[in-house]
């Protein structure tokens, strides 16, 4: 690639043939023929800065602090120009941070050469011998003093520089490989920063995730991450929430999220949010704490399930009316089982429970116990007559010929009623009343119900 004037610095030579010329006509500088000299200045410029160009290092910067050598003590001022030394060797050298300490090395050896020359009368001095040393020794001490000074200042930016260089590469290939976000904010909310793990998580890129910020977090979860950015503005050191974001799919998905007020941090000066998928443990959460409550044939809720919201109605916190508990038992389901198989008695559960949801209301709670046991909790009636009426529905429905495992069957209950008033009796009583009086109905045999009004 050819060489510009400006990097071949031509402009700065042509500048020192005229400075010369002028001072050589005044009688102050080059004894002898200025033009000889002029050639020597231009073509050593060139070469010199050219070989530097080219194939820059050491070697190249050796010729030009040489060639600055030679101008100079030729010139008759060497002696007292030495500063020159520290502008050629800091500017011309290419790693001066890494190879200050050559750099001076070298400009030691020109300096030395050039006032031996000058002290053994080959290279011309406007100062006597003694004078021109005195003013090498001090100026040479200054341009070393200086280089050194500049050249530690030098290694150390550039040892911060490749540190913060390493630091920034290590940060990037952490955030890159990581699966979760990363976003900075100002003091408004405005990212200004956000990981390129979005991409992954969220299936959107940077871009699209800053500008989609309106609709980003699910409406239901809008306040709770409102209350955590107002924390953090407040002082808060750190918080974490649970909220749902929007998919590039549509989906909403669980996030967890932890924030930290950076704010103070000259390195980062804003809000860290860092948020990563937790719908999968969401979902395993939920499934489990389903099944802990729930029933797994028929889907109604368990024993423990039906205790805690016995328990929580019988307190009376919520609930001031009547209320009433059916407990009810499938007549002949062993029967079922036995000439039928476990299929035909695991479809008749499931056709019982789908027939109990059924007749009751959306806030009654209905409950598989074990086996061929079922429960209702009805939580507001106005007398126990409209537990009677219930429990009749229920008992008709069942009785309703039903195509099932290829037979039609009709199913038998007895159901046990107890009625009371809540925060007037505790759970197991009541479900110990309901169940005497399911006792009571089957022995009968009539495939009906049985009252115990706790009702004074």
Same mark, same amino acid.
């Given at each position: ?40 200045? =231009? ?44 502008? +050629? ?93 990363? +976003? ?36 239901? #979860? ?45 390195? +980062? ?61 499938? #007549? ?7 000439? =039928? ?30 086996? #061929?046991e079922f429960a209702v909790l009805l939580t507001e009636i106005n007398d126990p007559h409209d537990a009677i009426t219930v429990a009749e529905r229920i008992i008709d429905r069942l009785a309703e010929p039903e195509p099932l495992a290829g037979h039609m069957l009709r199913v038998r209950a007895s159901v046990g009623i107890t009625v009371c008033r809540p925060g007037e009796h505790g759970a197991a009583e009541l479900l110990r009343r309901a169940d005497a009086a399911m006792y009571e109905a089957k022995r009968t045999g009539s495939h009906g119900w049985r009252l115990h009004s706790m009702v004074g």
């Amino acid at each position: 690639m050819p060489l510009s004037l400006r990097r071949l610095r031509l402009p700065e030579a042509l500048l020192g043939v005229a400075s010369l010329t002028a001072l050589h006509a005044l009688g102050l500088a080059v004894p002898g023929d200025i033009w000889f000299f002029n050639a020597f200045l =231009l073509i050593g410029t060139v070469v010199v800065t050219a070989l530097a160009n080219a194939r820059p290092g050491l070697p190249t910067t050796a010729l030009q602090l040489a060639l600055t050598a030679v101008v100079l003590y030729l010139t008759g001022w060497g002696p007292v120009m030495t500063f020159d030394f520290v502008i +050629v060797g800091w500017l011309v050298c290419d790693d001066f941070a890494r190879r200050w300490r050559s750099v001076v090395a070298l400009v030691m050896v020109a300096i030395t050469a050039g006032q031996a020359a000058v002290w053994a009368g080959l290279a011309p001095s406007y100062l006597d011998n003694r004078a021109a040393q005195l003013a090498g020794l001090v100026g040479g001490t200054a341009v070393l003093t200086a280089m050194v000074l500049i050249g530690r200042e030098a290694q150390a930016r550039a040892e911060a520089e490749r540190d913060r260089g390493i630091n920034e590469e290590r940060f990037r290939a952490v955030l890159q490989g990581s699966h979760d976000v990363t +976003v900075i904010t100002d003091a408004e909310g405005t990212p200004v920063f956000v990981s390129s793990a979005v991409e992954r998580v969220l299936g959107v890129t940077v871009e699209q995730h800053i500008a989609r910020r309106a609709d980003l977090i699910h409406p239901d #979860d809008a306040a709770v991450t409102e209350q955590m950015f107002q924390q953090l503005l407040a002082g808060g050191s750190e918080h974490v929430a649970e909220a749902r974001l929007r998919h590039a799919d549509g989906s909403w998905r669980w996030h967890e999220i932890s924030a930290r007020n950076l704010l103070d941090n000259p390195a +980062v000066r804003g809000l860290v949010f860092n948020h990563r998928d937790i719908t999968a443990r969401k979902t395993y959460q939920e499934k489990l704490a389903y099944e802990a409550t729930h029933d797994a044939l028929t889907g109604l809720a368990n024993l423990a399930a039906l205790r805690t919201g016995l328990t929580s109605w019988c307190s009376g916190e919520s609930y001031s009316a009547l209320g009433a508990v059916l407990y009810l038992d499938l #007549d002949g389901f062993k029967q079922v089982n036995d000439e =039928l198989g476990h299929a035909a008695g695991d479809e008749l559960l499931e056709f019982t429970a789908r027939t109990l949801r059924a007749c009751v209301l959306g806030s009654d709670l209905v409950a598989r116990l074990g086996g #061929d046991e079922f429960a209702v909790l009805l939580t507001e009636i106005n007398d126990p007559h409209d537990a009677i009426t219930v429990a009749e529905r229920i008992i008709d429905r069942l009785a309703e010929p039903e195509p099932l495992a290829g037979h039609m069957l009709r199913v038998r209950a007895s159901v046990g009623i107890t009625v009371c008033r809540p925060g007037e009796h505790g759970a197991a009583e009541l479900l110990r009343r309901a169940d005497a009086a399911m006792y009571e109905a089957k022995r009968t045999g009539s495939h009906g119900w049985r009252l115990h009004s706790m009702v004074g």
